[in-house]
C-alpha cells in the first residue's frame, strides 16, 4: 500500500513538470508567431508588379558622316513590367538607350530591330514597333542660293510689289544623295495677307522643291528668313537719284557722294509723280572724317511720295581736303 502511493505522487509531479514546461513553450513561441504573421502581411507590397509604357526617344548608330538615314521613327513605344517600384523609377528617370544598330549596313533599303541598353534585368519590356525600316542614302552637302515665294494674289487691287529681300542670300542643305539631286530651287515662304496694302515684314520658313514643287526631304540650315517685301500703290515711274550732304558745320567742308544704285522706283499718286523729276537722299555726313559707306533709307516724306524700290540705298561719303 505504501509503494502503491508514493508511485501516485510520483506520477503527479511527473505531470506537473510536464505542463510547467508546456506553458513554457507556448508562452516563448508566441511573439515569433505574430513576427512571422506580420512579415508576411507585408510581402505582397514588396513583391507587387506593375506595368506602364513610355514613349522613348531613337537614336541610330550609324556613321553619319558618310551616310544619312530617312524613314525611322523619331520615337518607339517602350512596355514595361516589373517591380512596381522599379517600374516608376525607370519611367521617371529614362536612365536607359533606345536605338537601331546600323553600323554594319550600307547603302539601301533594311528592316532592323529595336535594341535597348540600360534596362534593369528584372524588367520585361517590348517595343512598339519592334522593328522599322530605314533607307541609308550617301550623304551629300550642297549650298544654294535663296529665292523669296509669296502669294501675288494676296496683294490688293491698285498696289504692287517691289522685290523682296531676305536676310539670307544662301543655305546649306545636307541630305541623302538621292534627294539632293532632285532640289530645283530653294525658297523662303513669305506668308502675305490677304488684301495687302502695306509692306510685309515676317520671318519665312525655308524650303527645298522639286520640279513638281513637291518638298524634298533634307536638312536646310538656317530653316528660316527674316523677309520684307515691299507693297505700294500702282502708280509709279522710275527716277534719278540726287545725293544731298547733311550734318555740315562749317562752310569750308565738302564731301563726294557716290552710290553704285543710280536709280529708283517710285510709288505714289499721279499728281505726286507728275511733280517729280528726281528723288532726294540726305546723306549725313557729321561722323565722316576721311571715308565712310553708309546704308541710307530713302524718305517718302522728304519727296512727297508713298514709296521706293529700294527704299535703301548704299553710298559712299569721302571727306574733301
Known sequence: MKKFLLNNWAYRLLALAFAILLFLYVGSSQPGTTSSVKNNSNSPTLT????????????????????????????????LTGPSALVTTTANTQNFKVYADLSKLGVGTHRVRIQQDGLNNDLRYRFEPATIKVDIQPRKTVTYPLQVKYNKENIASGYQPGNASADVKNVK????????NRIKTVVAQLNVPQNAKSSVDSQAIIEALDSKQNTVNVVITPATADVTLPITPGNSKELPIKLEPKGITDDNESFTLTSATKRVRVFGTKAQLKKLDSV???????????????????????????????????VKVNRNN
Not at 506602364?52 to 523619331?74: D, H, M, R, W
Not at 565712310?292 to 514709296?307: A, F, I, R, Y
Open 173 to 180: 542643305i545636307t541630305g541623302a544623295s538621292d534627294q539632293i
Open 280 to 314: 532726294k537722299a540726305e546723306v549725313d555726313t557729321s561722323d565722316v572724317r576721311t571715308t565712310k559707306t553708309k546704308e541710307v533709307e530713302l524718305d517718302p516724306k522728304l519727296n512727297n511720295v508713298k514709296g521706293f524700290d529700294p527704299d535703301r540705298i548704299s
Open 48 to 79: 507587387s508588379n506593375r506595368s506602364t509604357t513610355i514613349s522613348a526617344q531613337l537614336s541610330l548608330t550609324v556613321n553619319s558622316n558618310k551616310y544619312f538615314v530617312t524613314g525611322y521613327p523619331e520615337k518607339v513605344q517602350l512596355h
